[in-house]
């Protein structure tokens, strides 16, 4: 575990997150830490968990760089650390007390008629129809045909995902060292003429999905990954798994998951 120098700090633009950025700056400075906008050895995140999930979209994903998040938003289920906190954090950073926890991205690759787009997601990916209508997708597993889905949408989470989107949508939470995709069912048609899956389906990291349009009439995808929403046009296929890719976390060493889900949706 290597020691940590230079820190960047990203907070969103609410008034608490500015105040907890102007102390914990204050405070790594007085304990000899470099505080930077360019290439770091710790980012940190001020804010909630979309704060955090575009600071590394920003840092572009960079397997040299740990990732931490302080709380300053609602659920904040990602960061983990609060503000009241900040002392006892920086401390801790100093005295090199802490762990990591390796992440893994979800790597997607959209296919269209005339081009090909990939993209690494932390929590999930969506795909729906561009006009927001009944979306009728062919759904594969290792391209053999899981089902004919209709319905408002799929999603495609990852462990670290499944307490998000994924959660309100019934899917299962899983824990973070779970490597697996889950794919889970938006509004789903399940009637006399379509037959689609109520029920999420988790599976083996190791395994590639594959969403294709079922009629060719019908096959602009609205793809949204880790929220941000993109138009493709005359989709031809829309391939997801879990990637090799890892970014790595900062844990202080009370974390624990078990606690993270009782505090967060059960007090």
Request: net charge neutral; charged share 25%.
């Amino acid at each position: 575990m290597r020691k940590i120098n230079k820190i960047k700090i990203i907070a969103n633009d609410d008034q608490k997150s500015i105040e907890t950025k102007i102390k914990l700056e204050t405070l790594l400075k007085k304990n000899n830490f470099e505080i930077t906008d360019n290439k770091s050895d710790l980012a940190i995140a001020i804010g909630g968990d979309g704060t955090f999930i575009s600071t590394v979209h920003k840092l572009n994903f960079d397997k040299n760089t740990y990732y931490l998040g302080i709380n300053t938003g609602t659920l904040g289920f990602l960061q983990d650390i609060n503000p009241e906190n900040l002392e006892d954090f920086v401390d801790n950073l100093n005295n090199n007390r802490f762990k990591t926890e390796k992440i893994a991205l979800q790597q997607t690759e959209i296919t269209t008629n005339n081009n090909k787009y990939n993209c690494y997601s932390l929590n999930e990916i969506v795909v729906r129809d561009n006009k927001f209508k009944t979306t009728h997708l062919i759904v594969k597993v290792n391209d053999k045909l899981l089902e004919e889905f209709a319905g408002d949408g799929l999603l495609v989470s990852t462990s670290l995902g499944s307490t998000a989107y994924n959660a309100s949508l019934e899917g299962a939470m899983v824990a973070f060292d779970i490597n697996c995709v889950q794919i889970s069912p938006i509004a789903p048609l399940v009637n006399r003429v379509y037959r689609s899956l109520k029920q999420s389906i988790i599976l083996p990291e190791n395994n590639i999905i594959t969403i294709e349009p079922r009629y060719e009439k019908n096959n602009d995808l609205l793809v949204i990954v880790d929220g941000k929403p993109e138009f493709y046009t005359d989709v031809t296929y829309v391939k997801t798994k879990i990637s090799d890719k890892k970014i790595t976390c900062l844990r202080m060493n009370e974390f624990d998951y078990i606690d993270k889900i009782r505090e967060k949706f059960l007090k």
